[in-house]
């Protein structure tokens, strides 16, 4: 269950997706994808592994081409833009401002050999910030409101567990107030205990920031809690889509009942 | 009172892929309405779709064919046919439905578990606390437990926090799915009142209860689900 606190009911797409399709040779990894994602909504993405779901997120993300179809972003000057064309400058602004990306390694997504704070205000000189004692003072901000002890500010992310690293991650993309997040098994290897302090977290700033979210997962318990709607994909396509709440309430496609059934009872 | 729930026609079934692509008829031909200040009971033996109509109603459950209306803003919108976008967005202005269980989020406040719904529609959250407060006093919530996420709390302490998250918004539609099934004579006493305060409100309630006395107290009108039971 997901509060919709903030989110506003009738506004503008925020990044249309017009039937996407991914080729890798004469594989097919995606195929067909559209939909449309609002202004603080979240939307979750579902499937075994090989479905086509991180493809999918990173065609999303502009981090690949999609083969065929596009997909479109809604700039902070109100125009919907093609991905695919835009300039070097707005693919910077989005990538360091107006969007976040968590990775399910955080090795990836974090830079290990320099410190906490300096992983978080490096996001915020590359948007011209150039104030240390602001910069230091917002990611200590930061690394309270994602629960990280700010007397671990100095500290490289090397020394961190697996959870307080993803806690990072977020705080990391979260500090330049973007408007989508995306996130690919942003639980993934965490233990049980920290998965559920995660998702918590991340459901209640996603809910306070009214952010728009994009959430690969496998995990229909993660799908659950962050999520207002959700995509099931198998082999590249999405064979149900909807509300989450009725997708894993009331599946209807055999592939869906098969994932929904096979949840252990907690 | 204008009429605030109206399905019409409407059918549920369910077909399960796992076995074999089995077909489970839940029900069929479904009509009735619920005007404003009104409670209807859904009445029948267990399995005869009550809670399923009601899921229905909420958008939980798909309708397979027929309209599920409801009044939204002065005009009419039809839940089979709503995207999900519009069935969110009745959720939380429109229709309140609390459930048989509650289902706990992790670490989140008793008090906040009431209070967000109500603050959704656009309460202040000063306001929306105190509203809350006050339910979890009448619903004999220990003020000890308010900060605790309800997780540890007993079946009938999750089912009275439920209750209050259901009543603490404005809605003009409350779906009941066993409020005071495993309360104490008191706390039904309390279920009770609070749904009579709802009707005088104007809102619509559909309620599906098995003590007698419950039912007797809230209910207007009794509709006999067994007439929906598909045959299969």
């Keep these: ?266 | 009172m204008p009429t605030m729930i109206e399905l019409t026609s409407a059918e549920k079934t369910f077909t399960m892929h796992l076995q074999h692509g089995v077909r489970l008829p839940v029900v069929s031909n479904v009509n009735f309405s619920v005007n404003g200040g009104e409670c209807v009971v859904l009445s029948g033996p267990s399995g005869a779709g009550k809670s399923s109509i009601l899921k229905m109603i909420f958008g939980n459950y798909r309708c397979d064919s027929g309209k599920i209306e409801v009044c939204s803003r002065g005009t009419m919108v039809d839940l089979a046919t709503a995207d999900a976008r519009d069935i969110l967005s009745l959720r939380r202005d429109t229709i309140g439905y609390v459930s048989q269980f509650l289902r706990v989020v992790p670490r989140v406040a008793a008090i906040d578990v009431v209070t967000e719904p109500a603050v959704a529609t656009g309460t202040p959250r000063s306001e929306a606390r105190e509203r809350a407060g006050m339910l979890l006093q009448r619903l004999n919530i220990p003020t000890r437990l308010w900060s605790l996420p309800p997780a540890t709390f007993s079946g009938g302490e999750q089912q009275r926090v439920n209750i209050a998250r259901g009543f603490v918004s404005g809605h003009p539609i409350l779906l009941l799915d066993e409020p005071t099934a495993s309360l104490d004579r008191a706390n039904r006493e309390v279920v009770v009142d609070l749904i009579g305060e709802k009707k005088r409100a104007g809102v619509a309630v559909v309620a599906i209860v098995h003590d007698d006395d419950v039912r007797e107290a809230i209910a207007d009108r009794i509709v006999d689900v067994t007439a929906f039971a598909n045959a299969a």
């Excluded at chain 1, 700033?205 to 959700?230: K, M, N």
Aim: hydrophobic residues 40%; charged residues 20%; negative net charge.
């Design chain 1, 1 to 266: 269950m997901v509060d919709i606190e903030g989110q506003s009911s009738d506004g503008q797409p925020l990044l249309v997706a017009e039937n996407l399709g991914k080729m890798y040779g004469r594989i097919v990894a995606c195929r067909n994808i559209s939909f449309v994602l609002y202004p603080g909504e979240v939307l979750a993405i579902v499937g075994e592994s090989g479905s086509g779901k991180s493809t999918l997120l990173q065609m999303l993300s502009a981090q690949i081409a999609p083969t065929s179809g596009l997909v479109s972003y809604r700039m902070r000057d109100g125009m919907l833009r093609d991905l695919n064309v835009l300039g070097e400058a707005e693919r910077r602004f989005l990538f360091r401002t107006d969007w976040g990306y968590v990775h399910q390694d955080a090795t990836q997504g974090l830079r290990m050999a320099v410190s906490a704070g300096a992983n978080v205000g490096e996001r915020l000189m590359a948007v011209g910030w150039n104030h240390y004692g602001r910069i230091r003072e917002t990611a200590e901000t930061w690394l309270q409101r994602v629960e990280i002890d700010v007397g671990r500010i100095d500290d490289t992310p090397r020394t961190y567990s697996g959870g307080m690293r993803q806690r990072l991650q977020i705080a990391r993309n979260l500090v330049t107030g973007p408007r989508l997040l995306f996130m690919d098994e942003p639980t993934g290897g965490l233990d049980v205990s920290v998965q559920a302090r995660l998702l918590d977290l991340v459901r209640g700033l996603v809910s306070e920031l009214g952010l728009a979210a994009i959430v690969v997962t496998h995990d229909l318990a993660v799908a659950r809690l962050l999520s207002h709607r959700v995509m099931v994909m198998k082999g590249g396509r999405v064979i149900e889509s909807g509300l989450t709440d009725q997708v894993l309430d009331d599946p209807h496609e055999a592939y869906t009942q098969l994932l929904v059934s096979s949840i252990l009872p907690t």
